[in-house]
């Protein structure tokens, strides 16, 4: 007889090996599905739907079967035991039932209303994979991939319009969510469809900041297609990529702010905390990120010029690339900082620094890599927030916060980008015109940040509301400005089939010629960028890479034996060939200008008959796309060993 | 009061996220650690010590530290509790504590004398993650890529002897071990050190069948690197590759073999029920697996032919070619079988048709993917069993019984390898001689399979035992047997730096010379390859890929309308160009002259001045190593056609 039950408790473990199988196996089929769709779009030039709405629509029609098909067949998961002996919930509860102990691992807190919603259902509760698995594992990519990806050159060109977006405009973004949120809030508390204090402003603001996060992947897919403007292309890209990571800091911030009285009146205090969270967590992930860049650039520095078997074993690089990257943002997780910023910024840096140092072969190994992932991750989040919409169990559909939060999402959209839009053209050489910031008003799609956001805490009743608005906001968004946004481009007359480099050549000379006459009077405007990446070509290139000047010509001379022993034997050739190429310019603002110089300079490397010009195309890539300084600084510092 | 309460409950999920996030950190800090060590070793040609023999040392240190200097935290968790109401454990259990309610998630059953062990220490359970990630996430990565990577011609050249090794020799060492251990059991009932009726028979058989999955990962990079035989290098990885599949579904078979009545006694009906069982998961795998990459491969081929635009976007191919082959995997899992064994056979059917239909750049990424794959999933493995050691809170180390198990892996590697050697070569032309004989005795290291099964189950005092034992097995394997390899390589004389293709015409030439008089005698005894190759070469590798002959031309006259919508257009002019190369030869033996004749042809080839050369190359390389098949039976094949 014990025998008999042991097989049959090897015959549950089976079950339960099946089980998560046949949840994988659901995604994959989705997945599969999304892929062959997509693929026959493409090829038919459809571009309404993109492979993310695609995905999101699978997901939605599997979870309506999930969800009305599969029985419940789980009867007791609804009822709530007693235990009196407990004071709190361990983390695990072992369990005596029937004479047999039974381990039980500690899920999470769950509010009393929600518990009818547990009735039943084991697939569904299954298909509900947790918040941390979005968090640790498929956001990452994602976002590692977008800074790893960014074309610096035409991003530090925007810089400035950039970081006013990303920076101002979120903030402006969530505080005219929060507004508009806390005024419809206050009616559905007037109408009865709200008890009185159970939201706050300090909770519309909060949704006010996960719904700031946008997520245009559908309008940057179709921008990159048709060859859209580059200027556009770049706005938008960057504006999405540092705006998450400003969103999910001021998520955070919100979340934890918590004025020692009333809930609703302004401590003063406690809001200064937040600006200082704010800050604080922002620049540590940033310097958690960097910095583990830097420790791979160095490693990958050293292999190539001490070990130089090294770059042999191109899996091991890959590998150790992959692994400090995503550990960059696990470290700065556990330390209680934001991972996604860290992971954001590890990315910018590691394309800065160690890409150069990279082999050949594992240049494209992690290029690749990292561009499957992305391709990966960003589906399954679409797919599983298809899924979603039917499978979680506590939704709270409130049509009046639903309205309130579309009227809230496009006012703020529009706050933020046409006001910022005039400031910035005031300082701006190249106007950003006004069929652009139509189209960046159009772009304000919302995506997987917002939805990770939003998930990763429904515990209570108002979180709930804001996490099934927050879903309902991206499905619109996503359908339909991310399949309007072709008739869109039509009708706002936006360039498209533009070769990047092309016309960022022209807009330069046309930028170059009309402005050498300000050159002496704005030539401070950029003086930090100047500090910078003097300090960044003179010592950290050396010192990260093999491009750039010998450290023995840079650092003082009774430095010369470190430097000696710190610079890679190439940087020596490197710093000759770069002296044949005698170029001074006085440009006046870093954002415009730059380029110019990078463009005349091209003739007069090719004139030497350099054998390196694709070497030198990656080179000027990869300098923080400050090409012109690059070879006036490297002229100055030249000198003195000259003598 | 409680807007502060729920600031905890905020920051305890934040803790939640954050002990998440250190778990993964401290892998990747090991796999890191891993990789600079193995970095360093390579660059000094060390080669005593492998990766994953480094990957499972620092696992075994960081389980020491984890084990001894975190402090238990969690008092409560090695309390059981009662609970009178439940009578069986729900999937999800709704605990009230202190009016508040917890979600609990169902993790396993517990023998009520493993209850102790659960004492303290959350970073030790939270490190001991399931068996179910074993297997559905990182086992499928490995195998897969053996499957992909397994060099073809040379395999098919050595088939009888690998298919000997992997089924008889992994049945024998089944039993052979069996019978040794259940000596031994018995022995320890006598000297009172287990209870009687503990330990079955069938239990130390389950031992056998999975301390039978050798995994000489470790041998195989060392010979890769220096170059060995390629004869010793294809019988010892094609044995290793199958042996693992044939050791799981054993191990499964035996798991369910249930006599009616007492189980030590013979019980013929349960016995063949096995058998069945085994014949029947094994035979429904091999289908599953194969099936997907017909599949994967129909569909990539009709990418290539009516929607020529697909090959454009290799992310979404790559992506379709990984999700199909994973849910190979996963459905045969979700079906009852076993997943690794169809996803074995995926990855070989995947490489013969699949892959000629990839665009080059797809075929590329998939290569690196798999090979990037394999290395993070069994450096994991490798890590996490060092781990194990130390965090496992359940180990049973029996002192005989380690003993007993060690001369039992070594007397049945011994009655597997020196008989069945014998034995094959009565009938190999190639003898396998005495020096190769005694390296794949030595080459018996166990690792990620064996410790896998081991671990699916650790419910009982005897399956604890087991996986103790199996635990220290590998270890001493792996870091005695890896790390002895080269030294006896040097000991027993074994050739290194052996230029494979050289190798092998070398000695193909040799053989056709000698065996030329006996081809009609021995014509019929590779007939059922023969056919099977007739069947590949005429109607599969034309359906499903761009090589072979064109449907028209194989299929009869009536099904021309069909056969011309199926056909690739570029098979007809491959068809045309392969009839130049008109080759007929009767070889006696399919494991040894197939590989003369593609040697043969090769000039042929030349003097046709092909500029495909390289992709004939390719083509071998991926038609099950038939060459010389191929060329026969495509003249045969083009004759009608020409008349």
Not at 61 to 71: D, E, F, P, Q
Not at 89 to 112: A, C, D, F, M, W
Not at 424 to 449: D, E
């Amino acid at each position: 007889m014990e025998k008999l039950k042991k097989y049959v408790s090897v015959k549950d473990e089976d079950h339960f090996y099946q089980q998560g199988a046949v949840e994988l196996l659901i995604f994959n089929f989705l997945l599969i599905l999304t892929i062959l769709t997509i693929w026959l779009f493409k090829n038919h030039r459809f571009r309404f739907l993109h492979e993310t709405g695609g995905a999101m629509l699978y997901g939605l029609v599997m979870g309506l079967i999930i969800r009305y098909v599969t029985k419940s067949s789980d009867v007791e998961s609804g009822t709530v035991y007693e235990c009196e002996k407990l004071k709190t919930g361990p983390s695990t509860l072992l369990i005596n039932i029937t004479n047999q102990v039974y381990e039980y691992q500690y899920k999470r807190e769950i509010s009393h209303h929600n518990v009818n919603g547990h009735q039943g259902n084991a697939m569904l509760q299954k298909m509900t994979f947790d918040p941390p698995i979005f968090f640790n594992i498929l956001l990452p990519p994602i976002i590692f991939h977008a800074g790893y990806s960014l074309k610096k050159r035409h991003f530090f060109r925007n810089l400035g319009s950039i970081l006013t977006y990303a920076f101002l405009g979120t903030a402006i973004s969530c505080i005219v969510i929060g507004l508009i949120m806390y005024g419809f809030v206050k009616a559905m508390v007037h109408i009865d469809q709200l008890n009185q204090g159970e939201f706050h402003f300090t909770d519309c603001l909060f949704f006010g900041s996960l719904m700031s996060a946008t997520d245009p992947v559908t309008v940057l897919a179709i921008f990159h297609e048709l060859n859209v403007d580059t200027d556009l292309y770049t706005l938008l890209f960057g504006e999405s990529v540092l705006n998450d990571a400003v969103a999910i800091v001021l998520t955070h911030s919100i979340s934890i702010y918590s004025p020692k009285e009333n809930p609703n009146a302004f401590d003063a205090a406690a809001f200064f905390q937040s600006v200082g969270n704010f800050l604080g967590i922002f620049a540590g992930s940033f310097a958690m990120g960097s910095s583990y860049a830097v420790v791979t650039a160095l490693i990958s520095f050293m292999h190539l010029t001490k070990f130089t078997k090294l770059c042999d074993f191109p899996v091991l690089e890959t590998g150790l690339f992959f692994l400090l990257s995503w550990s960059a943002f696990l470290s700065a997780e556990a330390a209680g900082l934001t991972g996604i910023v860290a992971v954001l910024f590890c990315g910018v840096t590691q394309a800065h620094y160690t890409y150069n140092n990279l082999s050949p072969d594992s240049k494209r190994r992690t290029k690749q890599l990292f561009e499957f992932m992305n391709f990966l991750a960003e589906n399954v989040i679409f797919c599983y927030m298809g899924l979603t919409l039917f499978t979680f169990q506590n939704h709270i559909f409130n049509p009046l916060f639903i309205f309130g939060a579309l009227v809230a999402v496009f006012v703020a959209r529009a706050s933020n980008i046409y006001p910022l839009s005039f400031l910035l053209n005031l300082g701006r050489k190249q106007k950003i015109p006004r069929n652009f910031q139509h189209m960046m008003m159009f772009s304000g799609l919302r995506g997987a940040i917002a939805f990770a956001l939003a998930i990763r805490d429904t515990g209570s009743q108002p979180k709930q509301m804001m996490f099934s608005t927050a879903l309902l906001i991206v499905f619109f968004t996503v359908w339909v400005l991310g399949g309007g946004t072709t008739p869109m481009l039509t009708w706002l007359q936006i360039r498209v089939g533009v070769d990047p480099d092309e016309d960022l050549k022209a807009k330069a000379a046309s930028q170059s010629a009309s402005n050498l006459d300000k050159n002496t009077t704005k030539a401070e405007s950029a003086w930090l960028f100047r500090v910078w990446y003097g300090f960044d070509h003179k010592y950290l290139k050396p010192l990260l890479t093999h491009t750039g000047p010998p450290l023995t010509s840079t650092l003082p001379e009774w430095c010369n034996p470190v430097a000696r022993l710190l610079t890679s034997p190439s940087a020596y050739g490197d710093h000759l060939k770069d002296d044949d190429t005698v170029y001074i310019i006085n440009n006046d603002e870093l954002t415009e200008n730059y380029e110019s110089s990078a463009h005349i300079s091209v003739p007069a490397q090719e004139s030497t008959g350099s054998i390196q010009a694709t070497g030198k195309e990656d080179l000027q890539e990869g300098d923080l796309g400050l090409g012109g300084y690059k070879l006036q600084l490297q002229h100055t510092a030249g000198q003195p060993q000259k003598n």
